[in-house]
C-alpha cells in the first residue's frame, strides 16, 4: 500500500534553522467510517457486517470507559491507548488546581513494536508502508 505525501514549505520565520526549507507531509485521500471497515473485515471472515459493528461500536464504548478510569488499554497486535493531559505550569504543587490548571486532554497511541534479530523495528499498522508522492493531478 502506499502511503501519498506531498511537499510543504515552511514559512515559520520564527524557525531560522528550517525556514523556507522542504518536508514532506501525509495526504488523506478519503476517511473510512466503522460500517466501511466492518464490510472489508466480513470479506476476512465467518462473521456478517451487523456482528462487526456490534463489536466495535462495544469496544469504542469499553475503551472509553476503561480509558477513563486511568487504565491503559493494550490490544495485542494493535497497539497501547492511553489518555494523556495538558496543563498550566504552577510554581508550587499545592497552588495546582485541576479545574483551573488541567487545560485539555488527549488521547496516546503507541503502535505494538517488535524487534527483528537485525535489530530493526517493525511497528504494528506502519509496517511496510511505502511513501510515494501524490500526482499534481489528484491535489485538491
Known amino acids: 500500500m502506499s502511503l ?3 511537499f510543504v514549505q515552511n514559512k515559520n520565520h ?3 534553522l528550517t525556514y523556507k526549507k522542504w518536508f514532506a507531509r501525509a495526504l488523506h485521500t478519503e476517511t473510512i467510517e466503522l460500517e466501511d471497515l466492518a464490510e472489508t473485515m466480513q470479506q476476512n471472515c465467518t462473521l456478517k457486517v451487523s456482528d462487526i459493528v456490534a ?4 469496544l469504542c464504548d469499553a475503551l472509553k470507559s476503561e480509558l477513563q478510569a486511568s487504565h491503559s488499554v493494550h490490544l495485542r ?3 497501547t491507548f492511553k489518555i494523556g493531559i495538558n ?3 504552577v510554581d ?7 479545574e483551573r490548571d488541567i487545560v485539555g486532554t488527549h488521547i496516546l497511541f503507541r503502535p505494538d513494536t517488535h524487534v527483528q534479530r537485525d535489530g530493526t523495528r517493525r511497528r504494528a499498522l506502519i509496517d511496510g508502508t511505502k511513501p510515494k508522492l501524490m500526482p499534481k493531478a489528484t491535489v485538491k
Open 4 to 6: 501519498f505525501f506531498r
Open 14 to 16: 520564527k524557525e531560522p
Open 55 to 58: 463489536v466495535l461500536a462495544e
Open 77 to 79: 497486535g494493535l497497539g
Open 87 to 89: 496543563s498550566r505550569c
Open 92 to 98: 508550587n504543587p499545592k497552588d495546582f488546581r485541576p
